[in-house]
C-alpha cells in the first residue's frame, strides 16, 4: 500500500474515532441530563408525597382536637346543668334563711 493511502486511511480512521468519541460524549451527557431530570421526578414526587401526608396527619389531628373540643364543651353544658339544678333546688331554703335573718335585725331593732 502506497503512503498516500495510508495516510488517508489513518486519517478516515482517526476521523471515525472522533466521530464515534463526540457520539459517545453527547449520549453521555443526554444520559446524565435524563438522570437528573428522572431525579429531579424522584424529589418532586417524594415532596408531594410528604405534604400528602403532612395534610392527612395535620387533619387527622384537628379531627381529634375537635372532637375533644366537643366533648370538653358537652361536659361543661352537664355541669352548668347540674350547678343550676342544684340552685335551683337550694332557693327556697335561701330564700326562707335570709326573711329569717332579715325578720331576726328587724326584731333586734325594736
Not at 1 to 17: H, S, Y
Given at each position: ?48 408525597e410528604a405534604q400528602e401526608l403532612k395534610d392527612e396527619r395535620l387533619e387527622e389531628a384537628r379531627e381529634g382536637i375537635e372532637a375533644e373540643r ?41
Amino acid at each position: 500500500m502506497a503512503r498516500p493511502e495510508v495516510l488517508d486511511r489513518i486519517k478516515e480512521a482517526e476521523r471515525e474515532a472522533d466521530e464515534i468519541v463526540a457520539e459517545a460524549e453527547e449520549e453521555r451527557e443526554e444520559r446524565i441530563a435524563e438522570a437528573r431530570e428522572e431525579a429531579e421526578r424522584t424529589r418532586e414526587d417524594a415532596r408531594q408525597e410528604a405534604q400528602e401526608l403532612k395534610d392527612e396527619r395535620l387533619e387527622e389531628a384537628r379531627e381529634g382536637i375537635e372532637a375533644e373540643r366537643e366533648a370538653i364543651l358537652a361536659e361543661g353544658v352537664e355541669e352548668r346543668e347540674a350547678l343550676e339544678a342544684r340552685a335551683d333546688a337550694q332557693r327556697d331554703e335561701v330564700v326562707e334563711h335570709a326573711v329569717e335573718l332579715f325578720t331576726e335585725a328587724v326584731d333586734a331593732q325594736t
